[in-house]
């Protein structure tokens, strides 16, 4: 306190450093959102402009009316939203047996849930290629969404495993003396104190299986009406040629769900951490 | 099946009056059930990643192009495929710039994301939440936008890049076709992976370093260690599982990376920025060798596995009294 200016002047440096940051961070996406929203005109100027002078949704309206955007925004709904959901029904009986459960073989089990969280899945493009169409499962959606489901699973089970550690066994052991059975304790007592894990865990998973690109672009090759937003966006080039407007409005509203997502999902990790704090 | 033998026993005594016989059932029963609930998941690892990596391995100790693709049958060809993919300069070229290209990007992500996280520690409230902030969008960008908006911010002709650097005085940049060079583009998808990965790493870390007690940096300073030594005594040696968890983390994203490097390049102009994972693929989809690209997955997942091995040991060793 004796000379707050001076500590003030040597907070000047790190203040500059922080505003490089945001900078550095933000601007791209900023520069997303402004080029989307200017008229092409200003797009095309020799001097960019940094405010939307002249805002307009032409852009957006072009994105939108795209050939297939409806189909290939339902299409990337479809697999994300039944990849999520197949993964956490099945990690949820596998957390439940790892967590809860004594049984031979758990550790080798738990060993090959790690092994198959940290799988190089973009080394298994080419198997996966063949074994689609060997089974027929080329250019098909329900190759794609088992794909995502596999790839969400062992995560999913790790983290579900670590928000079902949080809560006491006890609980269930109380609600199983009062009568419940070891399901219906479980499912009466603990699935509702897992409710924040298994939304957060579902998010993780949408955010993933949203984004994926690799193997969208390889085992949909002939039925382009069974692409996905992520493969159509990446070939915006072709579709719409250089104008940078409608290509960045339509990547902003691919990005839109996974920002919302996250930051739904940013309170939600923290209550469920919260949460398992919380025990004691 | 294991506790098996011990639930035979107990109903041994056929003269065993029901109430007895009914518990046992039970024991069974309730021994059966972990295996059932892990079943799903055992079904989905064996058709979704065991099957895919055994029909890799096959595929590259077979004659497997387009012919065999479309009538199914392959003949073994033994360890050809591999002699052929090793005794080849270019792969040796890519395996060189797939490892330069990871240490390059995961020494830049530390840098930057230590120093962000150092950053974040001494900032005031206010401040600190706008850069956290800050870093969430950019960790939030789906990769394929984010791609889209490096072509855009790097485009030759309206690009904001070029313009800066134009009007900072670098002449040279006006028009400059970016994607064009070699070193250029190499230079793009460093900047666009940096970019991508500082968040994870720089919030991670700050979030460790706020676990660290004041006392220890209050003695520090007692001491009279300055900002350099304070990092290097004090915060590295304490948060040295959380370095070692993130660094490996980040290589083994770097080094298999494939979406951005093949949106913005397909590995090109030339082969500058051809990894091994965009070396597999091409070989396999546009010359149709998927034999040949099976060698190179396999090599690929060879490669990656020293840092999965480290990855998993320090894993066990945390989770070690949980499991």
């Given at each position: 306190?004796?000379?707050?200016?001076?500590?003030?002047?040597?907070?000047?440096?790190?203040?500059?450093?922080?505003?490089?940051?945001?900078?550095?961070?933000?601007?791209?996406?900023?520069?997303?959102a402004?080029?989307?929203?200017?008229?092409?005109?200003?797009?095309?100027?020799?001097?960019?402009?940094?405010?939307?002078?002249?805002?307009?949704?032409?852009?957006?309206?072009?994105?939108?009316?795209?050939?297939?955007?409806?189909?290939?925004?339902?299409?990337?709904?479809?697999?994300?939203?039944?990849?999520?959901?197949?993964?956490?029904?099945v990690?949820?009986?596998?957390?439940?047996?790892?967590?809860?459960?004594?049984?031979?073989?758990?550790?080798?089990?738990?060993?090959?849930?790690?092994?198959?969280?940290?799988?190089?899945?973009?080394?298994?493009?080419?198997?996966?290629?063949?074994?689609?169409?060997?089974?027929?499962?080329l250019?098909?959606?329900t190759?794609?969404?088992?794909?995502?489901?596999?790839?969400?699973?062992?995560?999913?089970?790790?983290?579900?495993?670590?928000?079902?550690?949080?809560?006491?066994?006890?609980?269930?052991?109380?609600?199983?003396?009062d009568?419940?059975?070891?399901?219906?304790?479980?499912?009466?007592?603990?699935?509702?104190?897992?409710?924040?894990?298994?939304?957060?865990?579902?998010?993780?998973?949408?955010?993933?299986?949203?984004?994926?690109?690799?193997?969208?672009?390889?085992?949909?090759?002939?039925?382009?009406?069974?692409?996905?937003?992520?493969?159509?966006?990446?070939?915006?080039?072709?579709?719409f040629?250089?104008?940078?407007?409608?290509?960045?409005?339509?990547?902003?509203?691919?990005?839109?769900?996974?920002?919302?997502?996250?930051?739904?999902?940013?309170?939600?990790?923290?209550?469920?951490?919260?949460?398992?704090?919380?025990?004691? | 099946?294991?506790?098996?033998?011990?639930?035979?026993?107990?109903p041994?005594?056929?003269?065993?009056?029901?109430?007895?016989?009914?518990?046992a059932?039970?024991?069974?029963?309730?021994?059966?059930?972990?295996?059932?609930l892990?079943?799903?998941?055992?079904?989905?690892?064996?058709?979704?990643?065991?099957?895919?990596?055994?029909?890799?391995?096959?595929?590259?100790?077979?004659?497997?192009?387009?012919?065999?693709?479309?009538?199914?049958?392959?003949?073994?060809?033994?360890?050809?495929?591999?002699?052929?993919?090793?005794?080849?300069?270019?792969?040796?070229?890519?395996?060189?710039?797939?490892?330069?290209?990871?240490?390059?990007?995961?020494?830049?992500?530390?840098?930057f994301?230590?120093?962000?996280a150092l950053?974040?520690?001494?900032?005031?409230?206010?401040?600190?939440?706008?850069?956290?902030?800050?870093?969430?969008?950019?960790?939030?960008?789906p990769?394929?936008?984010?791609?889209?908006?490096?072509?855009?911010?790097?485009?030759?002709?309206?690009?904001?890049?070029?313009?800066?650097?134009?009007?900072?005085?670098?002449?040279?940049?006006?028009?400059?076709?970016?994607?064009?060079?070699?070193?250029?583009?190499?230079?793009i998808?460093?900047?666009?992976?940096?970019?991508q990965?500082?968040?994870?790493?720089?919030?991670t870390?700050?979030?460790g370093?706020?676990?660290?007690?004041?006392?220890?940096?209050?003695?520090?300073?007692?001491?009279?260690?300055?900002?350099?030594?304070?990092?290097?005594?004090?915060?590295?040696?304490?948060?040295?599982?959380?370095?070692?968890?993130?660094?490996?983390?980040?290589?083994i994203?770097?080094?298999k990376?494939?979406?951005?490097?093949?949106?913005?390049?397909?590995?090109?102009?030339?082969?500058?920025?051809?990894?091994?994972?965009?070396?597999?693929?091409?070989?396999?989809?546009?010359?149709?060798?998927?034999?040949?690209?099976?060698?190179?997955?396999?090599?690929?997942?060879?490669?990656?596995?020293?840092?999965?091995?480290?990855?998993?040991?320090?894993?066990?060793?945390?989770?070690g009294?949980?499991?």
């Amino acid at each position: 306190m004796n000379h707050p200016p001076s500590r003030a002047l040597r907070r000047v440096p790190l203040n500059l450093a922080a505003l490089l940051v945001l900078a550095l961070s933000a601007f791209p996406v900023y520069w997303m959102a402004i080029t989307a929203l200017k008229p092409t005109a200003d797009i095309q100027a020799d001097t960019p402009t940094f405010l939307p002078l002249h805002p307009t949704l032409d852009h957006f309206r072009t994105a939108v009316h795209a050939d297939g955007f409806a189909t290939f925004w339902r299409n990337s709904l479809l697999v994300t939203c039944g990849a999520v959901l197949m993964s956490l029904l099945v990690a949820l009986c596998a957390a439940f047996a790892v967590g809860r459960l004594r049984w031979r073989g758990r550790r080798a089990f738990i060993l090959m849930v790690f092994v198959a969280q940290m799988a190089p899945w973009e080394a298994l493009l080419i198997p996966m290629y063949v074994i689609a169409r060997d089974t027929d499962m080329l250019d098909s959606l329900t190759m794609l969404t088992l794909v995502y489901f596999m790839t969400t699973l062992p995560f999913t089970i790790v983290t579900l495993r670590g928000f079902l550690a949080a809560v006491p066994v006890e609980l269930e052991e109380s609600a199983q003396v009062d009568g419940c059975s070891r399901a219906g304790a479980f499912r009466r007592i603990t699935l509702p104190l897992l409710a924040p894990g298994l939304l957060s865990t579902s998010l993780f998973g949408f955010i993933t299986a949203w984004n994926e690109f690799a193997f969208a672009n390889t085992l949909i090759i002939k039925n382009q009406d069974a692409r996905t937003l992520p493969v159509w966006l990446s070939s915006f080039a072709n579709v719409f040629g250089t104008d940078w407007g409608a290509t960045m409005a339509a990547s902003s509203l691919f990005m839109l769900p996974v920002l919302l997502v996250f930051l739904v999902l940013q309170n939600k990790v923290t209550s469920g951490m919260t949460a398992g704090a919380v025990k004691g | 099946m294991l506790t098996a033998p011990q639930a035979d026993t107990r109903p041994a005594a056929p003269a065993a009056p029901p109430p007895v016989r009914h518990p046992a059932r039970r024991g069974r029963l309730a021994a059966a059930w972990p295996y059932l609930l892990i079943a799903p998941t055992l079904v989905g690892t064996a058709f979704l990643l065991l099957y895919p990596v055994a029909r890799n391995l096959l595929m590259s100790v077979q004659h497997f192009r387009m012919a065999e693709l479309i009538r199914g049958d392959a003949e073994f060809v033994g360890l050809a495929n591999y002699t052929q993919v090793l005794g080849d300069p270019d792969f040796w070229t890519v395996t060189g710039r797939t490892l330069w290209w990871t240490a390059l990007n995961t020494g830049l992500i530390m840098l930057f994301g230590t120093l962000s996280a150092l950053m974040l520690k001494a900032l005031g409230r206010r401040m600190r939440l706008a850069v956290m902030s800050g870093l969430v969008l950019t960790w939030a960008t789906p990769v394929i936008a984010a791609t889209t908006i490096f072509q855009w911010l790097f485009q030759s002709r309206f690009g904001v890049v070029n313009w800066a650097l134009d009007a900072l005085g670098f002449h040279s940049f006006q028009n400059y076709a970016w994607f064009a060079h070699r070193g250029s583009t190499f230079f793009i998808l460093v900047a666009l992976i940096v970019w991508q990965s500082v968040p994870f790493a720089a919030l991670t870390l700050y979030g460790g370093l706020t676990t660290i007690p004041a006392e220890l940096y209050e003695a520090a300073r007692l001491d009279g260690a300055g900002a350099w030594q304070t990092f290097r005594l004090v915060t590295f040696p304490v948060l040295r599982p959380l370095f070692a968890l993130v660094t490996s983390l980040e290589v083994i994203w770097c080094f298999k990376c494939f979406a951005q490097i093949w949106v913005i390049s397909q590995g090109g102009p030339g082969d500058a920025t051809t990894t091994l994972p965009v070396y597999a693929f091409q070989i396999a989809q546009s010359l149709h060798k998927y034999d040949l690209g099976s060698a190179v997955s396999t090599l690929t997942v060879l490669i990656l596995a020293a840092a999965l091995v480290f990855n998993l040991r320090r894993m066990f060793r945390q989770e070690g009294e949980a499991l």
